[in-house]
């Protein structure tokens, strides 16, 4: 099998040097660009993204490059948005004001909830390690990015915000808040995304990034 | 997903006493190329290769790593960044750099070498507004405020900083207030006189602190035995502990002190290791 390579977007959102070592260390040959012809030409790219929604989507629009990745959703190109790249695969943001995103993932994204559902005010953003546990009552995961996983193996999160699909089928994992179920993994034909960062959930996270690099 | 998937997560969720898992933080001292550990932050020995350490932590399984330069606010420098940028080649985990940052291009080239949070006592203490700075500049998960804690009364801490060297006359409990209002996202809370010595965490210093701020602390200094973490989340409710001394002279691995804390009914990240 050849070397695998992956086309991280380089859009100026967030420090790409731990995605980009955790993708290396998978195998992965990883170009940073911001390019949409390298883009359109990549057989698998990753949407990074830490910060602000409204940001992220002015500087795709401004680099061009919204257009591009619905693009490679219509070639049915591996996508994996990560954190914030995740979110902007949804249809809006609520985050300061309603911003429209990617639209590749019927949904929204609204905040994490300040209180537990037993009504206790609880900590924002959510950072620490938390459980995966599978959208499906089948619990299965095999053909998704999760294959390797075994439901309650824990990766680390640090979010404020959280994507909320409109269709139930495109989750596939969640992890729970404070009570309240957090998307922790979505996704829709070649797209996925996934609101932990697997290049910070030690050998777990290496596994979602295995499985992605070898689509 | 279904409502019942739904309903079986809430409820499980609900049946759970704390919903946080309490984190497990090797913490590396670090002067010049090497590892070193003291008592009371003084006596400094040297202990080895700072990332041959820390790789066989995160082979272990630990949670994060806190990385402090001891004598970067001495000399106004930090070694930091290229021992970090190694780090980054095979560990993949949080880290957490401090020791020496004085400004936001400080925390800025430390970020870019890989660290995710960046700890700052010295420079903060000086100038507060530095916390407000990084934490807008990054977000308030990147800031950590690191507070060196010598107690010297009933329930009074005084803060001190240049790694318990320094006295500064300011009361832990109002620092670390103020510290969080400023935008601090994080606490670590080092207890200099329990540093080194095993003789537990000073739960007092951490109950102290953990009920005056929303945000996650951090608990450090005086891990001699795997009790002892224990009796700091519950007793003192840190949300995570940093061990150095139990794990750099080889006392327990991370591995040991997951399995007694999960035996002992502390939430942890359950994690199987070869």
Known sequence: ?215 | MGMDMFNTLERRNRAQAKDRMTRLIARLDIKGPNLIKGIHLEGLRVIGSPNEHALRYYQQGVDELIYMDCVASLYGRNHLGDIVRSAAENIFVPMTVGGGIRSVEDAMQILRSGADKVAVNTAAIANPQLITEISRRFGSQCMVLSIEAKQIGAEQWEAYTDNGRERTGIDVIEWVKRGVSMGAGEVLITSVDREGTRKGFDIALVKAVAQEVSVPVIASGGMGKPEDLIDVVREGAADAVAMADILHYNRATIGEIRRFAEAAGLEVRHYEYA
């Open chain 1, 1 to 215: 099998m050849s070397t695998p390579k992956v086309t991280v977007i380089d859009y100026g959102v967030g420090n790409l040097l731990s995605v980009r070592r955790g993708l290396e260390h998978c195998g992965a040959v990883v170009t940073l660009t911001a390019d949409p012809e390298q883009i359109l030409s990549a057989p698998r790219v990753l949407l990074p993204g830490v910060g602000a929604f409204s940001i992220a989507m002015q500087e795709l629009h401004r680099l061009g490059l919204v257009a591009v990745i619905r693009e490679l959703a219509h070639r049915q190109t591996p996508l994996l948005g990560i954190c914030l790249g995740m979110q902007l695969l949804l249809e809006k943001s609520s985050e300061f004001g309603i911003t429209a995103g990617l639209g590749l993932i019927p949904g929204c994204v609204i905040p994490v909830a300040t209180r537990t559902l037993a009504g206790k005010q609880q900590r924002v953003p959510h950072i620490g390690w938390n459980a995966l546990l599978p959208s499906d009552p089948s619990g299965n995961w095999s053909g998704t990015l999760l294959q390797d996983i075994q439901p309650g193996e824990a990766v680390y999160f640090v979010h404020s915000f959280m994507a909320v699909p409109a269709d139930p089928a495109h989750r596939i994992a969640e992890c729970v808040y404070g009570g309240h179920l957090v998307s922790a993994v979505i996704g829709r034909d070649h797209i996925a995304g996934c609101q932990f960062h697997p290049e910070k959930s030690g050998e777990v996270g290496l596994k979602v990034l295995r499985r992605f690099i070898t689509q």
